[in-house]
């Protein structure tokens, strides 16, 4: 796939996934669900490396909503934790690939020390350009459109900005993804079929791909194969197969 994938041009520029199934993933190994957060880091390792291998400019990994703050205080606990400590080893890996890290949500609600090596690796790789790795933390679609419509108003209120003069692009550079593109391609594991509160804006005409495969489970290779599957689709936004081919 990696050398079909480099000789095809219709590689999504922008890929986002939903990381679902490590609780239970764990339970069928009789483990507490902590273990399958622990063992996906593997899967998060091996989806960045065949993304960029491929020539994904932009992956979004739904890392952390903002309902998850409501699970067991010991699994947020070791959430905040394995991320403060991921983050601090993958630096070299991003660093030798060129990956730049961002993040989006409110990172104000993350722990001191999470929070922490989240800014510094961001301002460590914030030069490179091969691929952009955007990590949504305490992160919900709703609240961030909630967030630019408040943001908006504001400068309507202030005469910095026209009623009339609102359109989609005065939305978009009001949400976290103002600098990214659009979502091309949306991954998400387990099986579950639904987005679950994840840039409901940005994926207006994303395709969409589920897979039964649980996160810890999930390698280059099944990155690879939902890659043919997008690389099969037509994407029309809302023309025609026939004008499609023609524009062609």
Do not use: C
Not at 90 to 107: H, T, V
């Amino acid at each position: 796939m990696k050398e079909q994938a480099q000789n095809n041009t219709k590689i999504p520029n922008h890929v986002a996934v939903i990381m679902d199934g490590n609780g239970r993933w764990a339970k069928k190994q009789g483990k507490f669900r902590v273990f399958g957060h622990k063992n996906g880091v593997n899967s998060v390792r091996e989806t960045i490396e065949a993304a960029a291998e491929i020539g994904v400019k932009v992956l979004t990994l739904f890392a952390f909503s903002t309902e998850n703050w409501s699970r067991p205080k010991k699994e947020v606990d070791t959430l905040m934790s394995l991320l403060a400590t991921s983050l601090k080893k993958e630096l070299k890996s991003l660093q030798k690939n060129q990956i730049q890290l961002r993040a989006i949500g409110d990172l104000d609600q993350l722990p001191a020390k999470a929070h922490s090596e989240l800014e510094e690796v961001i301002a460590k790789t914030s030069h490179n350009d091969r691929m952009v790795l955007n990590l949504a933390l305490s992160y919900g679609s709703r609240a961030e459109i909630v967030k630019a419509v408040k943001s908006i108003s504001k400068k309507v209120v202030n005469n910095e900005l026209k009623v009339e003069n609102i359109d989609e692009k005065t939305i978009n550079n009001h949400l976290y993804t103002f600098s990214l593109p659009d979502v091309d391609f949306l991954i998400r594991t387990s099986g579950e079929k639904r987005i679950s509160n994840f840039l409901l804006w940005q994926i207006a005409y994303a395709e969409l791909y589920f897979t039964p495969t649980l996160w810890p489970d999930f390698k280059k290779q099944d990155f690879f194969e939902a890659i043919k599957e997008y690389q099969r689709r037509e994407r029309r936004y809302g023309k025609t197969s026939e004008q499609i081919q023609t524009n062609e």
